[in-house]
């Protein structure tokens, strides 16, 4: 079994290079979702604010507000 593992002499190539495939196939899954997940919150958190800008601009023109552009 241990020559299985040691591979001639070329285990420690052989397994590092599976090793970085694996790494490389785990990597190229998971950085889209990530990167899917934080443009979501970042869209979602942008769509709040833009929200939250246009009531309180819809609040301040509400008849018999105060308005300092106006005498």
């Keep these: ?4 593992w040691a591979m001639g002499g070329y ?3 052989v ?10 196939l785990l990597l190229d899954t998971l950085l889209p979702r990530w990167r899917q997940r934080r443009l979501l919150a970042e869209t979602r958190a942008q769509l ?3 929200q939250a800008r246009r009531q309180r601009g ?3 023109r509400l ?4 308005d300092d552009s106006h005498p």
């Design 1 to 4: 079994m241990s020559g299985f």
């Design 11 to 13: 285990g420690a190539y």
């Design 15 to 24: 397994w590092s290079a599976y090793a970085l495939f694996l790494l490389v």
């Design 48 to 50: 709040l604010r833009e």
């Design 58 to 60: 819809a609040s301040s």
């Design 63 to 66: 008849p018999g507000s105060a």
